[in-house]
């Protein structure tokens, strides 16, 4: 469901990632090796990115205002003032967590943890807070009530 893939921060293709997204922005260097003798398409330009670097990154969001009655079906744009800096991949209410939450890919300047970005659904203004992810509950705080 999208609610347990989101939680669980598995990554779905189109909507979190597509074929201009590589595994750095998704945080998943550790799972490339580019010492390996094997020669496979994209090492030369996987290589490069991991010289220079990335200019943005996937991030967890928790989006404030109403639950959510449906995930998003279309990325939202996030903002810092005027600025586009990113937008909202993946976004649902978690009944769990008993918040929204979300994926962004956004600018590297505006990743740190507690980051805030205005964003606009069909249901109005919101503000996106840049938080860790997976979304989970490390205390099991919830399971224990």
């Known amino acids: 469901s999208t609610?347990?893939?989101?939680?669980?921060?598995?990554?779905?293709?189109?909507?979190?990632?597509d074929i201009?997204?590589?595994?750095?922005e998704l945080g998943l260097d550790r799972l490339v090796n580019l010492e390996m003798d094997a020669d496979f398409i994209g090492k030369a330009a996987?290589?490069?990115?991991?010289?220079?670097?990335?200019?943005?990154?996937?991030?967890?969001?928790?989006?404030?205002g109403v639950p959510m009655d449906s995930?998003?079906?279309?990325?939202?744009?996030l903002f810092n003032g005027d600025e586009?800096?990113?937008?909202?991949?993946?976004?649902?209410y978690s009944p769990?967590?008993?918040?929204?939450?979300?994926?962004?890919?956004v600018a590297l300047d505006h990743t740190t943890l507690g980051s805030k970005l205005a964003v606009s659904d069909a249901r109005g203004d919101r503000m996106a807070?840049?938080?860790?992810?997976?979304?989970f509950d490390p205390k099991k705080a919830?399971?224990?009530t």
């Not at 769990?96 to 890919?105: H, P, T």
């Not at 807070?129 to 979304?135: A, C, I, R, S």
């Open 129 to 135: 807070t840049v938080v860790e992810k997976p979304f």
């Open 20 to 24: 201009n997204t590589n595994p750095y």
């Open 46 to 64: 996987l290589a490069r990115i991991q010289a220079t670097g990335v200019n943005r990154r996937l991030v967890g969001v928790e989006i404030s």
């Open 84 to 92: 586009q800096v990113g937008h909202v991949t993946s976004a649902v």
């Open 96 to 105: 769990r967590l008993e918040k929204n939450i979300g994926l962004a890919m």
């Open 3 to 17: 609610i347990r893939r989101i939680e669980g921060a598995m990554l779905s293709y189109h909507a979190d990632m």
């Open 142 to 144: 919830l399971a224990s």
């Open 71 to 77: 995930p998003n079906k279309e990325h939202w744009s």
